[in-house]
């Protein structure tokens, strides 16, 4: 059950524990995508048809960028992100989002977003 932080399209965030992939799926309403990252330190999920689904539109793509989500400068994401610790190796389970992205998004939103 790992903690994750979620990025709210009002420009908030809180951090939750996912119990399994139907809490992944309500946090993101509907069925999960993986966004590609530069490392395995973090795993950021999306909903897979939120531009189909004309989700507003997410103001933290600066910082998904800044942490190591792979995207275009000027590319936007719509609705909540999902951002955890990268996978583990053993059982293929992500893992708790680490301490210093959490801080980093605090940091973010009290300067950038909000």
Same mark, same amino acid.
């Given at each position: 059950? #790992?903690? !994750?932080?979620?990025?709210?399209?009002?420009?908030?965030? /809180?951090?939750?524990?996912?119990? %399994?992939?139907?809490? &992944?799926?309500?946090?993101?309403?509907?069925?999960?995508?993986?966004?590609?990252?530069?490392?395995?330190?973090?795993?950021?999920?999306?909903?897979?048809?939120?531009?189909? /689904?004309?989700?507003?539109?997410?103001?933290?793509? #600066?910082?998904?960028?800044?942490? +190591?989500?792979?995207?275009? /400068? $000027?590319?936007?994401?719509? +609705?909540?992100?999902?951002?955890?610790?990268?996978?583990? %190796?053993?059982? &293929?389970? @992500?893992?708790?989002? #680490? @301490? %210093?992205?959490? $801080?980093? !998004?605090?940091?973010? !939103?009290?300067?950038?977003?909000?």
């Amino acid at each position: 059950m #790992p903690r !994750a932080l979620v990025l709210l399209t009002n420009g908030n965030y /809180k951090v939750v524990v996912l119990r %399994d992939v139907g809490d &992944y799926q309500q946090t993101v309403g509907g069925f999960v995508q993986l966004l590609p990252t530069r490392d395995n330190r973090i795993s950021c999920y999306v909903n897979e048809e939120g531009a189909l /689904k004309m989700m507003p539109i997410n103001p933290w793509s #600066p910082f998904l960028i800044q942490i +190591g989500v792979r995207m275009l /400068k $000027e590319a936007s994401i719509v +609705g909540n992100i999902i951002v955890l610790g990268g996978v583990n %190796d053993d059982d &293929y389970d @992500d893992t708790d989002v #680490p @301490d %210093d992205t959490v $801080e980093f !998004a605090r940091q973010h !939103a009290n300067e950038e977003i909000l």
